[in-house]
T-cell receptor, first 113, second 112 residues
Framework: GESVGLHLPTLSVQEGDNSIINCAYS??????FIWYKQESGKGPQFIID?????DKRQGQRVTVLLNKTVKHLSLQIAATQPGDSAVYFC????????????FGRGTSLIVHP | DGGITQSPKYLFRKEGQNVTLSCEQN?????MYWYRQDPGQGLRLIYY???????QKGDIAEGYSVSREKKESFPLTVTSAQKNPTAFYLC???????????FGSGTQLSVL
């Protein structure tokens, strides 16, 4: 049978560069979006969230952009550091139904010193 | 410190054996969740509970069981009916529905 998804999309950057991680979501009814960071062997940590009444939200060194027209979410990390190396997941929560978050596969960010 | 505690960190299951993964939270959250993570995959929902004494199946509930007798506890049993149990299991909680999830540190389950 076909081997499915053993390799995550990967983004490699140099320390000090800005990183942009993208996420396409599927449910047009989703109105709450969350970014998580997961280091190897650990549970995901909350980074930043955004609701659909906004198109941009900034945190410390991170910015999330939401484009509802094309159902696209991005996470921008400024001045990327080696400690930012991890897998980054986006999650979408629909308005209605069970309200349970759905997670993307994730993107592996590798920061080279 | 407030948070979610999963134990054990590593667990080994023999064929035909049921094993139980512990999840405790002291965040006073109403909702709790169990996810399964396989290498290179996203998180898949096993079970969730939005209130004590009530829980719902997620996308991959077959071969698993849960209970929610106390607000702070949501144990997951991996039964012998789960033929491919090797994975990283994550427990999470949230204040309520449509709120961000907080995760535990995970349990790696392997088959002997």
């Amino acid at each position: 049978g076909e081997s499915v998804g053993l390799h995550l999309p990967t983004l490699s950057v140099q320390e000090g560069d800005n990183s942009i991680i993208n996420c396409a979501y599927s449910n047009s009814a989703s109105d709450y979006f969350i970014w998580y960071k997961q280091e190897s062997g650990k549970g995901p940590q909350f980074i930043i969230d955004i609701r659909s009444n906004m198109d941009k939200r900034q945190g410390q060194r991170v910015t999330v952009l939401l484009n509802k027209t094309v159902k696209h979410l991005s996470l921008q990390i400024a001045a990327t550091q080696p400690g930012d190396s991890a897998v980054y997941f986006c999650a979408e929560i629909p308005l209605g139904g069970s309200y349970i978050p759905t997670f993307g596969r994730g993107t592996s960010l590798i920061v080279h010193p | 410190d407030g948070g979610i505690t999963q134990s054990p960190k590593y667990l080994f299951r023999k064929e035909g054996q049921n094993v139980t993964l512990s999840c405790e939270q002291n965040l006073n959250h109403d909702a709790m969740y169990w996810y399964r993570q396989d290498p290179g995959q996203g998180l898949r929902l096993i079970y969730y509970s939005q209130i004590v004494n009530d829980f719902q199946k997620g996308d991959i509930a077959e071969g698993y069981s849960v209970s929610r007798e106390k607000k702070e506890s949501f144990p997951l049993t991996v039964t012998s009916a789960q033929k491919n149990p090797t994975a990283f299991y994550l427990c999470a909680s949230s204040q309520g529905v449509r709120e961000k999830l907080f995760f535990g540190s995970g349990t790696q389950l392997s088959v002997l």
